[in-house]
């Protein structure tokens, strides 16, 4: 039922032109450089490391690997990370 | 929500959280809408900053949750009290100063007068300290308007005042009125102010009193008010009993009467002068002085001069034992030198003499016409003496109000 759901709500996005990320809750992500990622439709924090910080999302959760990681602010939508990323992975 | 001034207006609390998984804090207290910023893993524990407002709500996730908490900064202005209650004495002196500096500033220091040429400044400050505005006048105890009209009604020789008050000086402006001059503007005569002999009259209005070459003292008529019908020989067949019948016409004679006048000015000058020189000799003393005995170091007491003058220059300096000090004395040896000036020279000095003091009493721009130098004194007399007339041409009419009685 979600999955035709999930269907009908991606076609109605294109057809009428509107962002997925409103639509469908899909995470959207900014990257300035290497040092800061912004990170929008985040469903809160699973592990946070110096080198490992782990998001949960709608649907998986993101995994961001690298030193000194920090988070500048958290909020209930919202999150901004600074730091040395090295990768960024999306895990279901 | 990340806005900075609101968050130093509120108080920001940085907190130390101790214990296992972390993350569980964080994400319950994003349900409960608290704002976490600047989150730092550290070793064993997660260093992050939140508002003053959530601190009672993190307290309580936290203890439910047995994590330990630790409050390691406060910033912000609800935490400035503790600095405001250390630094009391700092804080108070500087609403000291403040309030001094505003107090100061409230009075009038300086008063200044601008712009007035007959009227004296300190008639002006006098009459604007009457009406409360003076050095070390409240500026609340006086209306500027209030000052302004004061000033004006008790001068009545000012058309305007304007009180500028700038900081703590006060600027008076004035507009002195032009009065009209004595000018005689009824009938009147027209008489001559000093004696002379009329060189030209230029009438212009009135009946002419004297001719030209005539000889005039002080006080007479030279163009009269009074205009008497003057009958026209020429009109043949006038009604002459008419003409007499005529009152005299009364009006404000005019004219210019230039006529020559004298001045007379005096002058000396003794036959013999004296005039002190110096030669050029000098004599200098040194002396040393203590309480005990003055030791010469230089010259001897005595100049040895008839005439002299002397200069000196004393240093002491006064202790307990006595006083120790130094003297410079320099004599100047001095000379009276006698001349007899010769008579051609006195002459020559005396009316020189005679033309400045004539100088003295003659107004300028005048026509120089003639000099003329008379010796008073007797050639055996030690001063010679002269007397110097000058004669110039100059007008010598005089307005005067014709006495209507």
Redesign the interface.
């Known amino acids: 039922m979600d999955k035709k759901r999930e269907m009908f709500n991606r076609a109605m996005a294109e057809f009428l032109d509107i962002p997925k990320d409103l639509v469908l809750d899909l995470p959207r992500l900014t990257l300035t450089g290497r040092n800061e990622l912004y990170l929008e439709n985040h469903r809160?924090?699973?592990?946070?490391?110096?080198n490992r910080l782990r998001i949960n999302l709608s649907r998986g959760f993101l995994e961001i690997q690298g030193h000194n990681?920090?988070?500048?602010?958290?909020?209930?939508e919202e999150i901004s990370v600074f730091g040395e990323i090295d990768a960024i992975k999306f895990l279901d | 929500?990340?806005n900075r001034v609101l968050n130093q207006m509120q108080g920001i609390i940085e907190i130390r959280l101790f214990g296992q998984n972390?993350?569980k804090v964080?994400?319950m207290?994003?349900?409960r809408?608290i704002?976490?910023?600047?989150?730092?893993?550290k070793d064993e524990c997660?260093e992050?900053k939140i508002r003053r407002s959530a601190y009672h709500a993190l307290k309580n996730i936290a203890a439910d949750n047995n994590f330990q908490m630790e409050i390691i900064n406060e910033q912000g202005i609800p935490f400035l009290k503790k600095v405001i209650q250390r630094r009391s004495g700092f804080l108070s002196g500087a609403l000291v100063f403040l309030l001094a500096i505003y107090l100061m500033s409230s009075f009038i220091w300086f008063v200044e007068v601008t712009n007035n040429q007959k009227i004296d400044s300190s008639t002006i400050m006098l009459t604007a300290a009457k009406h409360g505005l003076y050095k070390g006048a409240g500026k609340w105890s006086f209306s500027r308007s209030q000052v302004e009209k004061g000033i004006l009604v008790d001068l009545n020789q000012l058309s305007y005042v304007k009180v500028d008050i700038r900081g703590v000086k006060a600027t008076i402006e004035v507009v002195e009125k032009i009065l009209p001059g004595d000018d005689i503007t009824g009938p009147c005569h027209i008489v001559a102010s000093k004696d002379g002999v009329i060189e030209e009259i230029l009438l212009l209005e009135g009946q002419m009193n004297v001719q030209e070459g005539e000889v005039v003292s002080k006080g007479d008529i030279l163009i009269s008010g009074i205009v008497f019908y003057q009958p026209n020989t020429s009109l043949a067949g006038g009604d002459e009993a008419e003409i007499k019948e005529m009152p005299p016409e009364i009006v404000r004679a005019r004219g210019i009467v230039r006529a020559r006048v004298w001045y007379e000015g005096y002058g000396e000058c003794r036959r013999t002068s004296k005039k002190v020189v110096y030669t050029g000799r000098e004599s200098r003393q040194v002396v040393v002085r203590t309480p005990w005995r003055d030791f010469t170091l230089m010259g001897a007491g005595d100049p040895g001069f008839e005439q002299f003058s002397q200069k000196i220059s004393n240093k002491a300096i006064d202790s307990p034992l006595g006083t120790f000090g130094w003297i410079d004395m320099t004599a100047r040896e001095k000379k009276t030198i006698v001349r007899h000036i010769s008579e051609n020279e006195a002459v020559k000095i005396a009316r020189e003499n005679a033309i400045k003091n004539l100088q003295g009493k003659m107004a300028d721009g005048k026509r120089h016409q003639d000099l003329k130098v008379e010796i008073l004194s007797s050639p055996s007399d030690p001063v010679l003496r002269c007397k110097v007339a000058v004669e110039f041409i100059e007008d010598i009419a005089k307005a005067e109000p014709i006495n209507e009685q």
């Open positions: 809160g924090i699973i592990e946070y490391t110096l990681l920090e988070i500048k602010s958290l909020l209930p | 929500m990340d972390c993350e964080m994400n207290s994003l349900m809408g704002y976490i910023w600047d989150i730092k893993r997660l992050f």
